[in-house]
């Protein structure tokens, strides 16, 4: 008996893989599409902070369509998609913190969650967690040994 064995699988991926990737699709399409409500609505004369929406518009709309590029490789158990999740999820905890200790100020991080991320994570503290229980799974042994890291 493998050692593997033991851990719950879904489609012949352990399951926490399968929860993982998931929450990450819905991750990546509430990115792309808020991004792109951005982009679009960034050409309406209202306000003069356009380009500030314009911009973290394409960033959200790039950050949402590699997060599911990377999340489909994480689930073809490609070991480039380990890679770039766990560094993604170092880079958003990172960014959290230094952001709510105001030691950060690139213009257009917002200090909360876009309104279509409140149902994923209701604020910049849960979604700082949900990355470290990301990061606390992917670096478990079985995980590692799995995307061979």
């Not at 893989?17 to 792109?36: D, E, K, P, R, Y």
């Not at 409500?37 to 959200?60: D, Q, R």
């Not at 590699?66 to 880079?91: M, N, P």
């Not at 958003?92 to 230094?98: M, R, S, T």
Request: aromatic share 12%; with cysteine.
């Amino acid at each position: 008996m493998n050692k593997s064995d033991k851990f719950p699988t879904f489609r012949g991926r352990f399951l926490g893989i399968a929860v993982l990737v998931g929450i990450q699709v819905i991750n990546g399409l509430i990115h792309t599409f808020s991004g792109l409500a951005l982009v679009l609505g960034s050409h309406v004369p209202v306000a003069s902070s356009s380009n500030a929406a314009l911009i973290f518009g394409v960033y959200n709309m790039i950050y949402g369509l590699l997060t599911i590029f990377f999340t489909y490789l994480l689930w073809k158990g490609r070991r480039l998609g380990w890679i770039v999740t766990v560094a993604v999820s170092l880079f958003v905890i990172i960014e959290d913190i230094l952001t709510v200790l105001n030691l950060l100020n690139v213009p257009y991080i917002l200090k909360t969650a876009t309104f279509g991320e409140i149902p994923y994570s209701a604020c910049m503290h849960a979604r700082s967690f949900m990355h470290l229980i990301m990061l606390i799974y992917l670096l478990q042994n079985h995980v590692r040994i799995k995307y061979s890291i």
